[in-house]
């Protein structure tokens, strides 16, 4: 999916354990990086969505990137855990 500069993008993670039962971790952050790995954005405590155990998100507004671009989302909790989730921006034409 394409975002532009100037939307707002929620990011998503739901914690689970091997079992595959929701887990509340003991941390929990998310990160964007460029593809060429420079921090753009930290969120060291994302929302819990109400009514869930492990279910965790992120809104994040797209303030400034160069040219079209892919980024990366990293979820890391507890352990050596992580989501990757990748996603493209546009500049607003």
Do not use: C
């Not at 500069?5 to 739901?14: E, N, Q, S, Y």
């Not at 989302?73 to 921006?89: S, Y």
């Amino acid at each position: 999916m394409k975002y532009k500069i100037g939307d707002t993008i929620r990011l998503k993670a739901t914690i689970k354990n091997l079992l595959g039962v929701e887990a509340v971790p003991a941390n929990i952050s998310v990160k964007i990086y460029t593809i060429t790995g420079t921090l753009i954005y930290t969120d060291l405590t994302p929302s819990l969505d109400p009514a869930t155990t492990a279910q965790y998100y992120s809104d994040w507004t797209i303030d400034s990137v160069e040219g079209a671009t892919t980024l990366i989302a990293l979820w890391e909790w507890t352990g050596p855990h992580k989501k990757k989730i990748l996603f493209d921006v546009v500049p607003i034409m």
